[in-house]
């Protein structure tokens, strides 16, 4: 099946350093990509919709100037977690879909995570 | 307002034993896919089931299926025989659309399987 990478898998930085995580569609092309974030023992939560070569959509309360997302190929997208605080410390999930998916059933490919901790 | 609802924080069954997890949802759309995923400790999304809103039949795969009751705007997941891999956090899933950008998909609060032997 589809493979969804993600890297790093987790990362401990300081309060105010930024913050760069990789999500890439290993063997098909993803022309969206959505960024989820949950804390422990939360949900998931939408946190941006990513489209190939255009502006991502931001979920409402989702600061986009905080969380920068860059979709430049079919099958990297990157978010870069600005001037980190604690607060922002969380586990973040890619998911990408097919470039081919027409339907509501197409599975959605999920990547294994990123465990974020800010000190 | 809050889509997907998961009433059950924590489930216990025992192992052998079949379990349902509920779900009820809230969509004005005709036209939207149920899913649930399990995510165990290790943090992973693994997909289990997916029904169609306009399915007929209640999906199954394996020892899932979907307790489908759409006037009710219900998604229960059925696992029959559970199995001590079977504990983990499990979530219901709506997506809709297509929307401007396409698809969404929101996800349920989730409930944890505990599976006893």
């Known amino acids: 099946g589809a493979v969804v990478s993600q890297h790093p898998s987790w990362v401990i930085c300081k309060s105010g350093t930024s913050v760069k995580i990789e999500c890439r569609s290993l063997d098909f092309q993803a022309t969206t990509m959505f960024w989820y974030r949950q804390f422990p023992k939360q949900s998931l939560m939408l946190m941006a919709t990513?489209?190939?070569?255009?502006?991502?959509?931001?979920e409402q309360g989702v600061e986009k100037d905080k969380f920068l997302i860059n979709h430049a190929s079919l099958t990297l997208s990157t978010l870069t977690v600005t001037s980190a605080h604690p607060e922002d410390s969380s586990f973040y999930i890619c998911s990408a879909r097919d470039s081919g998916w027409r339907e509501q059933g197409d599975t959605q490919y999920f990547g294994p995570g990123t465990r974020l901790t800010v000190l | 307002a809050q889509k997907i609802t998961q009433t059950q924080p924590g489930m216990f069954v025992q192992e052998k034993e079949a379990v349902t997890l509920d779900c009820t949802y809230d969509?004005?759309?005709?036209?939207?896919?149920l899913f649930w995923y399990k995510q165990p400790s290790s943090g992973e999304m693994i997909f289990l089931i997916y029904q169609g809103s306009y399915d007929e039949q209640n999906a199954t795969e394996g020892r899932y299926s979907l307790n489908f009751q759409k006037a009710r705007k219900s998604a229960n997941l059925v696992i029959s025989a559970s199995q001590l891999g079977d504990s983990a956090m499990y979530f219901c899933a709506m997506r809709e659309g297509p929307l401007p950008g396409g698809f969404k998909t929101i996800f349920g609060a989730g409930t944890r399987l505990f599976v006893k032997a």
């Open positions: 969509t004005s759309d005709q036209s939207y896919g």
């Open positions: 990513s489209n190939e070569g255009s502006k991502a959509t931001y």
